[in-house]
C-alpha cells in the first residue's frame, strides 16, 4: 500500500513514523551537557587586563632574548669551506675525477682560543636527504641485525638492494650516498714540524642509536667478516662495512660515522658531527689561537649536483650550538609585544578621556 510523503511528518529531519506506531522523539536528553548548560567563563577583555598582560610579556622575553643572544655569541665558531669550485682553491685539482685519491691541504687562522670541549662538523649544502624515496630506502631490521633480514633486504632498499646476485649490507640509497672525506688537523706552532689534533672518533653519535636501533648480526664469538657472509658492499663504499674500523666495536653496522650519516637531515644545508676534541686540562685551551692546516682526502662528491663541502669547529654552551635565531626571535616578539602594549595605552587614554568629556558635556 503507497504512502503520501509529508514533510510535516518528520521529527527532525527523520523519517516519517509508520502509521498507528509510537511518535519517534529524536529530542536530546535533559543532562546539562546535552542541553549545553554547563558552567562556563569567558574572560571580559578590557583595558586593565589586556595592557598589563602585553608588558608582562615584553618584559619577560626581552631579557630572555637578550641572554640567549649573547650566549651564542660567546660560542667559538670557524667554518672552512673546501669544495674546491674557486679555481684558487688547494682542493680544485679533486674536481677531476682522474686524480684519485686526491689530497689537499687548506691553511687557516684561529684568532682566538677555543676553550672546553671543541665539535668537528662535515657539512653539506643542496643535499635533500629529506626526499621521500630517499629517506624510506634503508631497511631497519637489518640495522638492527637481524640474520634473515641480512640476506633477504626490504624491498624499499631498490635499487641498492642486490648488486652481482648478492644482498647488499647495508642497503637503501642513504647508506650507499654515506659521506666518506677524511678530514684530519694540524697545529702549525714555532717548529717545523706540525702537531696532529686528536679526533676522537667514539661518542659522536646518540647513545639509542648506537644501543638499540643499530647492530650487527648475532654472534659475539664469531669473526665480523664471517658475520656478513653472503653480502656484498654498497655499490659507492670501497670497502666492506665490516672493515669500516679496525676497532670490532665501531666496526659494521654500529661504527658510528655511519650511525651519524643514517641520521636524515630535515634542510638541505646541514652539518653533522664527525669528530670530538676533548679538553685535556683547565690550565691549557683546547686549541689555542694560531695558525692551522686541515687536511682532506677527497672522496665525495658534490660538484654534480652543485653542492658544497665544509669543516665547522665549534664550542657549545647550556643552550647547544652557536644559533641566534632564537634569541633574535624572543627579543623580536618581547619588542612587539612592548609597542602594542604602549599603543593601545595611548589609544585607551585618548579615547578614555574623549568618553568622559562626551558624558560631562551631556
Same mark, same amino acid.
Given at each position: ?174 647508506? *650507499? #650516498?654515506? &659521506? ?13 714540524? /706540525? =702537531?696532529?689534533?686528536? +679526533? ?49 666495536? *665501531? #666496526?659494521? &653496522? ?13 634542510? /638541505? =644545508?646541514?652539518?653533522? +658531527? ?89
Amino acid at each position: 500500500m503507497a504512502m503520501n510523503y509529508n514533510a510535516k511528518d518528520e521529527v527532525d529531519g527523520g523519517p516519517p513514523c509508520a502509521p498507528g506506531g509510537p511518535a519517534k522523539n529524536r529530542r536530546p536528553d535533559n543532562t546539562a551537557f546535552k542541553q549545553q548548560r554547563l558552567p562556563a567563563w569567558q574572560p571580559i577583555l578590557t583595558a586593565g587586563t589586556v595592557l598589563p598582560t602585553f608588558f608582562i610579556i615584553g618584559l619577560i622575553f626581552i631579557p630572555i632574548g637578550i641572554g640567549i643572544f649573547v650566549t651564542s655569541n660567546n660560542i667559538r665558531e670557524i667554518e672552512i669551506d673546501y669544495t674546491g669550485t674557486d679555481p684558487s682553491s688547494p682542493c680544485n685539482k679533486c674536481l677531476s675525477p682522474n686524480v684519485t685519491p686526491c689530497i689537499c691541504t687548506i691553511n687557516f687562522t684561529l684568532e682566538q682560543s677555543f676553550e672546553g670541549n671543541v665539535f668537528m662538523y662535515y657539512g653539506l649544502s643542496n643535499f635533500y636527504q629529506n626526499h621521500r624515496r630517499y629517506v624510506k630506502s634503508r631497511d631497519d631490521s637489518q640495522l638492527n641485525g637481524d640474520p634473515s633480514a641480512l640476506l633477504n633486504p626490504s624491498k624499499e632498499c631498490e635499487p641498492y638492494r642486490r648488486n652481482e646476485d648478492k644482498p647488499i649490507a647495508p642497503c637503501g640509497a642513504i647508506a *650507499n #650516498s654515506m &659521506f666518506n672525506d677524511t678530514l684530519d688537523l694540524f697545529l702549525v706552532g714555532n717548529e717545523s714540524d /706540525p =702537531t696532529p689534533i686528536t +679526533l676522537k672518533k667514539k661518542g659522536i653519535a646518540w647513545w639509542t642509536d648506537k644501543n638499540v636501533k643499530f647492530r650487527n648480526p648475532p654472534g659475539a664469538d664469531i669473526p665480523l667478516e664471517e658475520r656478513f657472509k653472503g653480502t656484498t658492499k654498497p655499490v659507492n663504499w670501497v670497502k666492506p662495512v665490516y672493515m669500516l674500523d679496525p676497532d670490532e666495536d *665501531n #666496526s659494521g &653496522f654500529i661504527n658510528e660515522d655511519f650511525i651519524v650519516w643514517m641520521r636524515t637531515a630535515a634542510l /638541505p =644545508t646541514f652539518r653533522k +658531527l664527525y669528530r670530538l676534541i676533548e679538553r685535556k686540562d683547565d690550565l691549557h685551551p683546547t686549541l689555542p689561537a694560531g695558525r692551522y692546516y686541515l687536511n682532506i682526502t677527497y672522496n665525495y662528491p658534490v660538484h654534480s649536483f652543485d653542492g658544497r663541502k665544509r669543516m665547522i669547529l665549534s664550542t657549545i654552551s647550556w643552550m647547544g650550538g652557536k644559533n641566534p635565531f632564537l634569541g633574535i626571535a624572543y627579543i623580536a616578539i618581547g619588542s612587539i609585544s612592548f609597542l602594542l602594549g604602549v599603543v593601545l595605552l595611548v589609544i585607551n587614554h585618548k579615547y578614555r578621556n574623549s568618553s568622559n568629556t562626551a558624558d560631562i558635556t551631556i
